[in-house]
C-alpha cells in the first residue's frame, strides 16, 4: 500500500447485515481517513431491513448499499480483515490484520434484539479505526 490511508474489509456470510453495519459505521466515524470494503461469501439479495432501521435510529444510513461477492482482490487490499461468521471461507494472505467478531446474526431478530448487536459492532468499530490511526468524527 502506498498511501496512509487504511483499508478495512468486513466480511460475512450475507453482507447484509452485521459486515454492512460494520461499514457504515467505519465509513461515518471514519470518513476520509479510511477506506471501507464489505462483501459475503454468499450474498443476499437485500440489505436486512431490521438492520437499516437499526443503524438509520443512529443516524447511519446503509439502505442504498448492496450486498456484493467476498472479491480476492479486496482480501489483497486490505490492511485488516474482520470476519462474522464466515470461517475458512475468508481467503487468507501473510501480512494481513485478521480479526473474528463473534456477533449473533441479525436475520430474522425484531429490532429490539438488533439494537444490542448494533452497539457492540459500533464499539468494536470504534476500537479498530483508533488502533489503525483513523481520526474519529
Known sequence: MTDATPTVLFVCVHNAGRSQM?????????GAGVRVLSGGTE???RINPVAIAAMAEEGVDISVAVPSILEV??????DAVITMGCGDACPVFP????EDWELTDPAGLSIDAVRPIRDDIRRRVERLLGELGVTTA
Open 73 to 78: 482482490d479486496d482480501v489483497r487490499a486490505a
Open 22 to 30: 460494520a461499514a457504515g459505521f467505519a465509513r461515518a466515524l471514519g
Open 95 to 98: 501480512g494481513k490484520r485478521y
Open 43 to 45: 450474498p443476499a439479495d
